[in-house]
């Protein structure tokens, strides 16, 4: 018999050298586990950086909230677009003119408001109140004429009719109330259709929500503001120093020029007039503080001005 070699039986193992073995092979296991974590951790977050810096790849929750983001803008653009669009023929350009000589008839008076000669004083808003030509705008924009005793002082009224085509008329002052720094003016608009502005209230108003002003500031016509109504039932002073009350305060730009145009709401509903701002000392800008008459206001006293011509209190 041949014997080619001999084979020594492994001896049994100790139950400490077991604990020792099965000890080192669990923490083997459990290093080898964390290596592997950590390093599937760390190619998570650097795949997620590539693919964030990868132009070809849009993650699907973040390219939807960034597209809905987007239409969301767009949608807000696109109705304050439209907002204007609506509202802005309803607003007028009025200019305070002084002329060189007293007009003989009403052809002379034409020729003088076109007049090299013919002295612009002043400029202001206003906005369409009806079909028939009348022209609500404050009392301040037109003082000059109201109070006029020498013939010299007319006012020019620029507007668009329904079809979008400009004319400019002549404003003939119909009525006025300083207390309230309100005016009607009335052009003759024969043989045009006017859009008039659409009227809204000023009393479910509340601190917060939007809100638009269409006029001409430093004379540049159709200007639009934004901002929101940032305060309500404030006090201001009228142009014969009472108390204007319940004034509408809003953030949104009102400068020289922008009186007696509209403050708007998001409908296109008037819900003001423009009427006064508190300057920034020496410049004569807008500090942000700026006020409207309340609409509420305006639709009790304009009717009483367009029949009566004056207040019902200076009519006794």
Known sequence: MVVLGSIHAPSALSPLQKMIVSSSDNKSLVLGRRRTIAFGSSAVVLASLLNLHNPNSNPPLLHSAFAQQQDELQQQEDRVAHLFQESSPSVVFIKDIELAKVPKGPE????????????VEGTGSGFIWDKFGHIVTNYHVVAKLATDRSGLQCCKVFLVDAGGNSLYREGKIIGFDPSYDLAVLKVDVEGYELKPATLGTSRELHVGQSCFAIGNPYGYENTLTTGVVSGLGR?????????IRGAIQTDADINAGNSGGPLIDSYGHVIGVNTATFTRKGTGASSGVNFAIPIDTVVQYVPILIVYGTPYKDRF
């Open 235 to 243: 006090e201001i002073p009228s142009p014969n120093g009472k108390a």
């Open 108 to 119: 002379d008076r034409f020729m003088l408001t076109e007049d090299e000669n013919a002295k």
